[in-house]
């Protein structure tokens, strides 16, 4: 096999950088309007025929020999064979990966809250979990047991009373490791179904699989489509694009080191992106060199060779300031600060998904053990959004408990409020609660 990389290389001081750079990042995640109407017509079947649909998508789509929803159903005691089966070592992963997990997510819980006013109105969040939670897997060979730890335990700490995973089984290829670390997570069901038919039947629910109120995990196209189609009948995480890295360098670092970071995002597939940034130049040649070196002994070399010369690019800044210009301006869903001091640089870091600070913190050891969750806005979206967390399992509503005298007081400014939006019903029944005394106030 014969690999080559072609990486691109950008220099910030071209007057057209900042065109190619948009140029590089573009990516959309766009359904066609044949991805986009096979989904809705899956939906469609799975909320009429439920269970039979699931059993005949399941047939066709993933050449499973299924009679009823009962062989697509694993129980408990499915999972717990499942740790008996993978080896000593790999057990101890899971577990050490799932208790760090589990720690780090504690501290995100959320509490409720109340404060009582002068005047005895209680003002307040009532924080609840969410009832069910279901969990998307991959399927099949490329199957990821950190996947289902980083979505299951969330919401386990958050509280979720169930969490139903859906998890596909081609040609009946079952992946012990995915079924062990969903019983090492706590995971309640488990349905050996995929696709959109597995979206929807969690987003609808049938007469085996039950509704749940939100859906988390990763997916195909098919997955993302019928994810945007359920969204506002239920809840979902986000809709992922391919996974992301850039690593800010100072050029003190091992560029074997560097290259291999890069490799381990540009392996997920071939749209994934890998980025280095830094000033200087002569350590931009010296990666590139290391990529060229490492790629032939890579077992998904050619992914990654597609990856990197199809999205991937070496960027020469004028200095470290404009290094993290350049990655704000990108929002990567993994940064890696490879500097010398990066908590000198943190607080200029305004956008991406996770921080990677130092030289000796690669990206690979937050996918699986690290703690925090490995579950980041893609594609630009860390401008905006923010990891999976426990927060994303748990719902806020207010609490509002007004005293008499509190209801009086606030009537006032309620009628001027609803009255100047010729909302009269809002205002006379603020109204009647004004305290005679008040009235002329």
């Not at 490329?142 to 081609?170: C, D």
């Not at 040609?171 to 069901?189: F, K, M, S």
């Not at 060779?305 to 404009?322: F, P, T, W, Y």
């Amino acid at each position: 096999m014969t690999v080559s990389t072609a990486i691109a290389r950008l220099n910030a001081a071209d007057p057209d950088f900042a065109r190619h750079l948009d140029h590089l990042l573009s990516w959309e995640s766009v359904s066609d309007d044949a991805v986009n109407q096979r989904v809705l017509d899956i939906i469609k079947a799975v909320r009429e025929r439920g269970d039979a649909a699931l059993v005949e998508f399941t047939q066709r789509f993933d050449g499973v020999e299924a009679t009823s929803i009962d062989d697509l159903i694993l129980g408990r005691e499915r999972l717990e064979l499942a740790l008996t089966r993978i080896t000593d070592a790999q057990r101890a992963a899971l577990e050490k990966a799932a208790e760090r997990v589990r720690v780090y997510h504690e501290r995100q819980k959320q509490d409720s809250w109340q404060y009582t006013e002068a005047d005895g109105t209680v003002l307040g969040q009532k924080v609840t979990p969410l009832d069910r939670a279901g969990l998307y897997v991959p399927g099949g060979k490329a199957s990821y047991p950190s996947s289902v730890l980083m979505n299951a335990i969330p919401a386990k700490v958050a509280g979720v009373g169930e969490v139903v995973m859906v998890v596909p089984t081609p040609r009946g290829e079952v992946n012990e490791l995915v079924l062990a670390a969903a019983c090492i997570a706590g995971v309640d069901r488990v349905f050996t179904i995929g696709g959109a038919q597995a979206v929807a039947a969690l987003a609808y629910g049938t007469e085996s699989v039950p509704q749940v109120d939100k859906v988390v995990g990763p997916g195909n196209i098919y997955v993302a489509t019928a994810k945007r189609h359920v969204f506002g009948q239920v809840g979902i995480d986000m809709i992922a694009g391919p996974s992301e890295i850039l690593v800010v360098c100072d050029g003190q670092t091992d560029p074997d080191w560097i290259a291999m970071d890069l490799f381990s995002q540009a392996e997920h597939d071939e749209d994934a992106q890998a980025i280095l940034v830094s000033p200087d130049a002569a350590f931009l040649d010296r990666v590139a060199a290391s990529i060229d070196k490492l790629l032939p002994t890579m077992e998904r070399a050619e992914i990654i060779e597609k990856s990197v010369n199809g999205r991937g690019a070496l960027i020469q800044v004028r200095d470290m300031q404009q290094a993290i210009e350049v990655a704000n301006r990108i929002a990567p869903e993994h940064l890696e600060l490879s500097v010398a001091d990066p908590q000198a640089w943190l607080p200029q870091i305004r956008h991406a998904g996770a921080i990677f600070m130092g030289r000796h913190t690669s990206e690979a050891l937050g996918d699986y053990c690290a703690g925090p969750n490995h579950v980041l806005p893609t594609s630009g979206t860390a401008r905006f959004s923010s990891p999976l967390g426990v927060y994303d399992f748990q719902k806020r509503s207010s609490i509002i408990f007004c005293s008499e005298q509190g209801a009086s007081e606030l009537g006032h400014t309620a009628s001027v409020l609803a009255r100047g939006e010729s909302l009269t019903a809002h205002a006379r029944s603020a109204e009647y609660r004004i305290l005679t005394q008040d009235k002329g106030n």
